[in-house]
């Protein structure tokens, strides 16, 4: 289990951002509150 205090390991996604599809990676916000939120698809048969 990852504590609050505890940084987060660095990693690579796919993301849409104004429109385009970028690579972001956790390493770009450095030093900066960051909030994860993942959002599955429109697409999904639930």
Do not use: C
């Amino acid at each position: 289990m990852i504590s609050p205090t505890q940084h987060a390991p660095d990693f690579e996604a796919e993301a849409y951002a104004g429109g385009n599809k970028v690579t972001i990676r956790l390493s770009d916000f450095q030093n900066q509150w960051v909030l994860l939120f993942f959002y599955s698809s429109d697409f999904t048969f639930v």
